[in-house]
Structures are given as C-alpha cells and as structure tokens.
C-alpha cells in the first residue's frame, strides 16, 4: 500500500494515522484507477474526537458571534479562490461533469454565505411588558458537540449544509465522509482551517458503519445530521433518536416530473435529460419519473429518445460530457439488474444503457422506458443512476395520484404554461420541494431542503431557518424589574 495514498483522520488540528487495521480503495470511477486509501477507522478514535471537540466546544461557545462569523467570511473567499481545484476533485473521485462539480462548488459556497449570516441568525426575541414590570427574552445558544454522516454524492454541499452553521452558530464538529468519495473534505478542512477556524472545533473521522455507530451512540454527540440512503436514515434516526440525540435523516427518494400538453416541449425535453442523467441520475432531486398527457406523449417521447441518443458520455473532465460514470462497478451491475427486471415485467425500452456501457470505468448509458406502471420495481424503488419511466397519464389529477402513491416525496416538477394547473400542481402533490418549469428544484441554502414522507426522518431540515433551530437551543429568561420610586 502506497503511504502517499492513504488518508488520514482530522483530529485536534492535526491530520493523524488512524490506528484502522482495515482500508478501502477509492476509484476513480471513469478511469478505475485506485486514487486513494481511506481508513476504516474504530470507535476508539470517534471516542477521542469527540473528547476533543467537547474540550474545544467550551471555549468555542464563548467566540463572539460576528468573530465567529468573520471566519467563515474568510473561508468563502478561500473557497473562491480554489472553486477550480475543488470542482475538479469531486469530478475525479465522484464521476460527474466538472461543470456540474463547479456548480455544486457553487452550492456549497452559498451554504457558507448563509452562515456567515450567524450573527442576525443566531438572535432570539423579546418582549418587554409580559405582566407589570415584568419581561421576557429568548436567548440562542449552541448545543454542544454535532455528528454529521454524508453520501457519495454531493462531496462538497452535503457536508456545507452540515458543519459551516453548526459552527458558526457555535458547536464543535465530527464529520464522517462517504467511505466513497472521501477526497474533497481534506481540502474544505485545510481551508477552513486557513480561514482561522481554531484546533477542535471540526474534526474528520474516515470510514464506513462503526464510525458511524461510534457518532450514534457517543453520549456526548448531542444532534446528528444525516444525509443518505432511506434504510440506512431509517436506522440512523432509530438508533440516534433512542440514544436521546436530535436527529435530521435525509434520505431517499423518487421524484416525478409531469409534462402537460400546453407545455414548451423542446424545454421539457432539455430540462428532464439533465435532470434524469446529469451526475448519472445519482442525485437525490434527479427526475426519475415523467407522468405525460397522452396526446402528446408519442411527441414528446420521440424528442426524447433523439436527445438522449446525442447524450455525450465519459470522463467529466472531457469538454461537453453530461453522462459520466455511476460511482462503482456494483453500482453498474445493480443498474443492469434493475432495466433486466424492467423488461421482465413488461415496460417498454426506449433507449437500452445497455448498449452503451463501457468497461473503461464503470459506464452505464442512459436508459428510458415507456409504459411503466406503478406495480412494477422499477417505479417503485430508488435506482440512482440514469434510469428513466414514463408513464403515460390521463390528465394532472391521475399524474399527481401516481406520484403520490410513492413512498417518496423528496421533488416534484412540472411542465405547463397553465397557471391553474401549476396551482392545482402544488396545492395537491405530497412533496417537499417543487419545480415549475425546470428540472432540479434543489432549494438555496436559505430555505429548507425539505423532503416528505420517506424522503426525510425528523422535524427540523438542512438549511434555511431549520438549521438554525436545529444547531441551537433556547433559553427564555422572564425577569422582573420593579419600577422604581423615585419619592
Ligand atoms: P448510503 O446510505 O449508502 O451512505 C450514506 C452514509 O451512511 C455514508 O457515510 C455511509 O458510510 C453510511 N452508511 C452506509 N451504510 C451504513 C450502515 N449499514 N450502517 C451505518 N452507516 C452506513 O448513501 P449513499 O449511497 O452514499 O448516497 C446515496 C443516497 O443518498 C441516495 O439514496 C440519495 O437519495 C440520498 N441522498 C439524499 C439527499 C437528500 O437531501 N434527501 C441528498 C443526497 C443524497
């Protein structure tokens, strides 16, 4: 095993060895090549990161918010600085294009913006008459040390929604990165820590699941944010919750996009491709569903079959690649397995990735099928890869009662230029974040990223005023002020 290519845990300020007996690869998934070696790291060395967090959180909690704040002003603009570099890194250990790598810089850029906004965020309320010469003000307070466990898909956002408020709003920080794309956080840390971010205050333990029943069960990890797989959040939140600990699960999903005969067609057309196969459909608001009114779905499917075949695969590095690899070859063979049992239940293929996937990396093309029902696997479960369904509708009100019929409820887009039917649309659909003529409602950092149903485990969401509630803790003082006499 090659030592430059082994990663190593932050802890205290410091990256460490970690005293792991076991590794994992990290790939390159358009190249296969092995560009890394993360640790499965033990309980033990959660034990001591949170040991040092919960030290670093005493003094961290007293930082003056604005000086707080002023770190994360600071970070943004390194963050700036290296946007290119950054975005390169999650091309070359996720796969998906570098302008799509740029854009989810961007996102994670705007996270930090907003908590940088801490100082006006952080403040509580008051009122100064509740009963004669009585009053009472709600403080803000931070609470404590914060665990956060993410997906190989979003390197750099998911964890920004995580750590950046957490800390700025006051708590200490343990980040466990996905085992898969564990590359990026090293940079974010050695940023952060350029920015003057003081030693302890964010600590990185790598690994895979005793790290993150390590993060579940410490008695001093007070909230845990998550994001990943619905099995996994679903265990994830039990076992959190059980321990007493706030949790935000964010998990699955299966989003459906409904196009309407009165829609801009061509539009439709360009926004669902991207949606379905941009980042090879592994993105939690990727469209995975098209419900589409019969009269024009032969229409609309023949433009999609023609653009879809134009679809330029490959590494994301290359100019002008939409499609780059899914993240490991299991990923690809599950895909496989998925448009097999497609067929065997009887949906119709429009376009077979089959046909197209490599072994250069791990390459599945985009795939399409017509004619899918609701009993069928492939509308039932989370594929997360570039697979899309169609199913053709009646009218508005059968594709909303289709896709309602999900056990997901993370997006939901529509395509029409009827505004009835886009109030119709969001008065009626069970989902969290909706789209109206575009492809990928993920919501800025200032609003909630809120998933329904089994999209989402818990109360209080990433982002937005959610994150600010969730990362703090109240304290109401009712205090009595006798007016004085001045006799
Ligand atoms: P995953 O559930 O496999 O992994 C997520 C994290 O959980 C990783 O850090 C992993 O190490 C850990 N983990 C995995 N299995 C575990 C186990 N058995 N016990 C304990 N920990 C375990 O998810 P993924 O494949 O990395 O990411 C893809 C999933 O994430 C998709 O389902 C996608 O929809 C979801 N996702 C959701 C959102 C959202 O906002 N709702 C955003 C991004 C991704």
């Known amino acids: 095993m090659s030592n430059a290519l082994k990663l ?3 802890i205290n300020g410091e990256w460490v060895e970690s005293k792991a007996t076991k590794y994992e690869d990290v790939y390159n998934p358009a190249t296969k090549e092995v560009i890394g070696q993360v640790p499965l790291s033990t309980k033990e060395e959660v034990d001591e990161a949170v040991e040092v967090a919960k030290k670093a959180f005493e003094e961290w909690k007293n930082v003056p918010v604005p000086r707080r704040a002023r770190i994360l002003f600071n970070f943004q603009q390194l963050l700036i600085k290296h946007r290119e570099e950054l975005a390169r890194i999650i091309t070359i250990e996720n796969g998906k294009s570098y302008s799509e790598a740029l854009g989810e810089v961007q996102r994670g850029i705007e996270n930090v913006e907003f908590a940088a906004g801490a100082p006006t965020l952080m403040m509580g309320d008051s009122l100064s008459t509740i009963a004669t010469d009585i009053e009472a003000t709600n403080y803000r307070y931070p609470i404590g ?22 800390i700025a709003l006051g708590n200490t920080f343990i980040l466990k990165p996905s085992e898969r794309t564990p590359l990026l956080i090293e940079k974010l840390v050695n940023l952060f820590t350029e920015a003057g971010l003081p030693k302890g205050v964010l600590n990185v333990v790598n690994g895979a699941h005793d790290v993150v029943n390590g993060i579940l069960d410490h008695p001093d990890i007070k909230a845990i944010s998550f994001v990943g797989s619905k099995p996994v959040g679903e265990y994830v939140y039990k076992r959190a919750s059980e321990n007493l600990k706030r949790v935000q699960a964010l998990t699955g999903a299966k989003n459906h996009t409904i196009v309407l005969k009165d829609a801009n067609l061509d539009d439709a057309v360009t926004n669902i491709i991207s949606s379905a196969f941009g980042s090879a459909g592994e993105r939690c608001m990727a469209c995975s569903v098209v419900t589409v009114e019969e009269e024009i779905a032969d229409q609309f499917i023949a433009k999609l079959k023609e653009e879809t075949e134009n679809i330029k695969m490959g590494n994301g590095l290359d100019d002008g690649v939409l499609l780059g690899p899914v993240i490991r070859e299991e990923n690809k063979k599950r895909t496989i397995r998925y448009i097999e049992k497609g067929v065997e239940e009887g949906a119709t293929l429009v376009c077979d990735g089959r046909n197209r996937a490599t072994d250069d990396g791990f390459f599945i093309g985009p795939t399409i099928f017509d004619n899918v029902t609701t009993d069928m696997t492939i509308w039932k479960d989370e594929i997360f890869a570039p697979v899309l369904s169609i199913i053709r509708v009646k009218h508005l009100k059968e594709a909303i009662e289709i896709a309602n019929r999900s056990e997901f409820a993370n997006g939901a887009c529509i395509f029409t230029t009827n505004a009835q039917a886009i109030r119709y649309f969001r008065e009626n659909i069970d989902a969290g974040m909706l789209g109206v003529n575009l492809g990928v409602p993920a919501p800025m950092a200032f609003f909630p990223f809120s998933g329904w149903k089994s999209s989402f485990f818990g109360t209080l969401h990433a982002n937005g005023k959610d994150s600010v509630d969730f990362y703090t803790r109240k304290k109401v003082v009712t205090a009595r002020y006798k007016t004085p006499s001045f006799e």
Do not use: D, S
């Open 145 to 166: 040390v914060v665990g956060g466990i993410t997906p190989f898909n979003f390197p750099m956002m998911v964890p920004c929604w995580m750590f950046p408020m957490a």
């Open 8 to 10: 190593k845990n932050y």
